[in-house]
């Protein structure tokens, strides 16, 4: 089983409120990301870092920041959150070399009133 | 942009039935893995492909990689109750590239 963990696992919140998504991963990983995943649907990148103090906006546009100041911590920030928030936010790792597999998070599921 | 289609989006198989789903790229892969997730829980690594024409086994799932490495597919034999679950496959044009996920295929068994 992958050492990656999220919290918290579930979170409901009100609009207007800034919220940290916490991520963290004992694997010693370089690579660290951000995905957004409706119910079924499929994964949408939102952030992404190669390691220490990189970090990089995916392929959906997102009202988040990051930041990765130590390896095994990528926390995801929410500075407002907005109903359109609502969602499952999962962070997952994987080594930097060849596209190496991916380990995921239980994720968080977030839900904004 | 680059995007890899995944087909079905659903597939309704009594138990026992076989299960196919595929991907297409729009563009060459330089690999493509495979990932599953079961209802509630999250993706879940299951094969990565690299070479043109490969194909491997585990067990009940044989997955292929196409001879232009544009598109796979994902094969299950006589399914079970523990194989329902959304299947993804994840393409990318190499190390420095940043994994392109198909939209999933549902595993529904029938009741």
């Known amino acids: 089983e992958a050492d990656i963990y999220q919290t918290p696992r579930y979170l409901v919140i009100g609009t207007g409120k800034k919220i940290t998504l916490e991520c963290s991963q004992t694997m010693g990983h370089d690579k660290m990301y951000w995905y957004q995943q409706d119910p079924g649907m499929e994964l949408h990148l939102i952030h992404y870092?190669?390691?220490?103090?990189?970090?990089e906006k995916g392929d959906l546009s997102s009202e988040s920041t990051v930041s990765r100041i130590r390896t095994e911590h990528f926390p995801l920030t929410l500075e407002s959150a907005r109903p359109s928030h609502t969602s499952q936010y999962l962070c997952?790792?994987?080594?930097?070399?060849?596209?190496?597999?991916?380990?995921f998070g239980p994720g968080t599921r977030l839900t904004v009133l | 942009g680059q995007q890899v289609m995944q087909i079905p989006q659903y597939q309704h198989v009594q138990e026992g039935e076989d299960f196919t789903t595929y991907c297409n790229s729009s563009t060459t892969l330089s690999n493509i893995q495979w990932y599953k997730q079961r209802p509630g829980g999250h993706p879940v690594f299951l094969i990565q492909l690299v070479k043109s024409g490969e194909v491997k086994k585990q067990k009940r799932l044989t997955f292929q990689f196409g001879e232009a490495k544009k598109n796979s597919s994902l094969h299950i034999t006589a399914t079970q109750t523990t194989d329902v679950g959304t299947y993804f496959c994840?393409?990318?044009?190499?190390?420095?590239?940043?994994?392109?996920w198909g939209a999933g295929t549902k595993l529904i068994i029938k009741p």
């Open positions: 870092s190669y390691g220490v103090n990189s970090t």
């Open positions: 994840a393409g990318s044009r190499g190390s420095n590239y940043q994994l392109i």
């Open positions: 997952a790792s994987s080594k930097r070399a060849n596209n190496n597999e991916q380990f």
